[in-house]
């Protein structure tokens, strides 16, 4: 892909559930690109109706040539609702606010969403891209990872979310290690103050990662049960989730989870 597309297509990652629409500056600023190529960039993008201006607003949103992409993704390839229903699981078995990501390029972007019913939990937003070095899907998902990839993350200035975030890539890799062996990631207000996740990736049919299904609750209400249970509950989705979407966990994921469940019995 040039570079110029790669820029131009860049830009849709800015759109979200709580900024759906943007501007001309804003984008320019985000991108770190001049207004006047980031305007050409939009105007083409208009054209191919991937994205579209609402009557005479200078605002931007996506447009309707995404949805229908969006559509024939789903329905050739059905992945939303069998992430939507494993999470609904999550949820309902755990007590707590569950989510589905997938892979998108480089970005590992929110799916699906099945919020807690308890007055105090943790939301998330749809479409939300996932810093892979600060949370638990990210982290789930470079453990299982091609090692270029990993150290393409890496390589790129590693933001401190928290003062908890590990931003030393050394450290990071041993971390990885750790999660290979365990199959499972944790993240401990590593990437939001008071919310812990646990997350376990999400395999195609090539044995390589895809995305990831999490946990996350707010870190006060924590415990050992709870921690044990979830990666339980986590072990047994992404088993059904590879089921139904042909997915193969790698021999190094399966004997994780054997030592996770014999450690139990």
Do not use: W
Request: net charge neutral.
């Amino acid at each position: 892909m040039s570079t110029t597309v790669a820029k131009a297509l860049s830009l849709l990652n800015f759109f979200s559930e709580v900024e759906p629409e943007l501007g001309l500056s804003e984008l320019a600023r985000r991108s770190g690109l001049d207004k006047a190529t980031v305007h050409r960039m939009l105007v083409t993008m208009c054209d191919q109706g991937l994205l579209e201006q609402r009557g005479n607003a200078r605002l931007y949103r996506l447009g309707a040539g995404v949805l229908r992409l969006a559509r024939i993704r789903e329905t050739a390839f059905p992945m939303t609702s069998v992430y939507q229903n494993s999470i609904d699981v999550l949820s309902s078995t755990i007590g707590e606010t569950a989510h589905a990501s997938l892979i998108s390029g480089r970005i590992l972007a929110t799916i699906g969403i099945s919020e807690s019913n308890r007055g105090s939990r943790v939301s998330l937003v749809a479409g939300e891209i996932l810093p892979m070095h600060s949370t638990a899907s990210g982290l789930a998902f470079l453990a299982y990872a091609k090692p270029d990839f990993v150290e393409r993350v890496l390589s790129e200035p590693l933001k401190g979310k928290t003062a908890r975030t590990l931003t030393d890539p050394n450290v990071i890799r041993a971390r990885l290690q750790e999660i290979r062996l365990t199959g499972y990631a944790e993240a401990d207000q590593t990437n939001e103050d008071d919310v812990y996740g646990i997350a376990v990736p999400v395999f195609d049919a090539d044995g390589a990662p895809g995305g990831a299904i999490a946990v996350a609750t707010p870190a006060h209400r924590m415990t050992n049960d709870l921690r044990t249970k979830t990666i339980a509950a986590l072990f047994r989705e992404v088993e059904a989730v590879s089921s139904q979407m042909g997915g193969h966990p790698p021999s190094e994921f399966l004997q994780a989870v054997t030592r996770f469940t014999q450690s139990r019995a």
